[in-house]
Nanobody
Framework: QVQLVESGGGLVQAGDSLRLSCAAS????????MGWFRQAPGKEREFVAG????????LYADSVKGRFTISRDNAKNTVYLQMNRVTLEDTAVYYC???????????????WGKGTLVTVSS
């Protein structure tokens, strides 16, 4: 059983930067691909970014490509999401997830964190 705890959310202004962290425990972190998802008010949860177990492959949603960077530190059992040039549309609860599947569909995630809220103001 893997436990995931997100941190780093908060209130930021449009154009600012923010780094989210997700600490994992209870499992072999380095054997899971890790992803970040988000759910904005009134919308369905969506994929944001994913990283392979070794960190060599990443994938981004078009809406964040070029602004967000996902990374991981397997020695610290932690995955990060560096968010740059945030916009009002980035306001959401951000969740990290762990998977051994080869897709980034919600239903293929094995474990989820409880989320951290990011609010972007103008």
């Amino acid at each position: 059983q893997v436990q995931l705890v997100e941190s780093g959310g908060g209130l930021v202004q449009a154009g600012d930067s923010l780094r989210l962290s997700c600490a994992a425990s209870g499992g072999t972190f380095s054997t899971y691909a890790m992803g970040w998802f988000r759910q904005a008010p009134g919308k369905e949860r969506e994929f944001v970014a994913g990283i392979s177990w070794g960190g060599g492959r990443t994938l981004y949603a078009d809406s964040v490509k070029g602004r967000f960077t996902i990374s991981r530190d397997n020695a610290k059992n932690t995955v990060y999401l560096q968010m740059n040039r945030v916009t009002l549309e980035d306001t959401a609860v951000y969740y990290c997830a762990a998977t051994r599947a080869s897709s980034w569909s919600d239903e293929d995630m094995d474990y989820w964190g409880k989320g951290t809220l990011v609010t972007v103001s103008s």
